[in-house]
């Protein structure tokens, strides 16, 4: 709420402050494997140090693969993009929805489907322009001021045919509350002498603020 005119010895208007609540499911995610003493000792270089970095990369991907779920359920803004629409003008036309804080660092997340077109665009600036103003790692180019980012996780399929969508993001959009940071343990079986790893994370995925986002229904080219 804007501060308002106050005449010389009135009264400043006191105002009372409200919070908003918002219920998160917590989830729990988890990967283990297990190796015999022969197959450590068969391997070349650190087989169980390598397990590990395997099974920490499983679990970051599958708390983007939350997030991401999280994020479509709950977003609340959308525009359609039309299959013969200029793909950096339809990004353009989106953007409106932010109304007065259309500016500031944007990613856009699309398939590759969708980065095919953008870059047939004559909007469209390579990663090598964007350089130091780079605010994300994976960014394969800009427009309009969005960052590019492609995902085999936008697409999606209805009995057979592919559904495409995208999704503009705003810093401070999207949050993860974690119960628990990833968590790796290690055991043995003395007896099979079978090793294990272990690793698990407990977090919740949610929308901060689903005005900072806005998805991108792309129809499919004919």
Not at 174 to 199: C, F, P, Q
């Amino acid at each position: 709420m804007d501060a308002t005119a106050v005449g010389e010895g009135q009264d400043i208007s006191i105002a009372k402050l409200t919070t908003n609540t918002t219920t998160v499911t917590v989830s729990k995610i988890g990967k283990a494997v297990e190796i015999s003493d022969e197959a450590i000792l068969a391997g070349a270089g650190n087989v169980m140090q390598e397990a590990s970095s395997q099974i920490l990369t499983a679990i970051n991907s599958g708390v983007e693969n939350a997030l991401i779920a999280n994020m479509k359920t709950n977003v609340t803004m959308s525009e359609d993009v039309a299959a013969d629409a200029d793909a950096a003008d339809a990004i353009a036309d989106a953007l409106t929805d932010f109304g007065e804080d259309i500016d500031g660092d944007k990613v856009i997340v699309v398939p590759p489907s969708f980065y095919a077109r953008l870059r047939k665009t004559d909007a469209w600036i390579p990663n090598t322009e964007v350089g130091a103003n780079m605010i994300i790692r994976g960014t394969v180019g800009m427009v309009h001021g969005c960052q590019i980012i492609t995902s085999n996780r936008m697409r999606e399929f209805d009995d057979d045919t592919e559904v495409n969508t995208a999704y503009i993001i705003k810093p401070g959009a999207l949050a993860i509350y974690h119960k628990r940071n990833t968590l790796v343990e290690y055991d043995r079986d003395i007896l099979s002498e079978m090793n294990y790893i272990k690793g698990s994370n407990i977090f919740a995925p949610y929308v901060y603020d689903k005005n900072k986002i806005i998805k991108l229904n792309l129809a499919n080219p004919t």
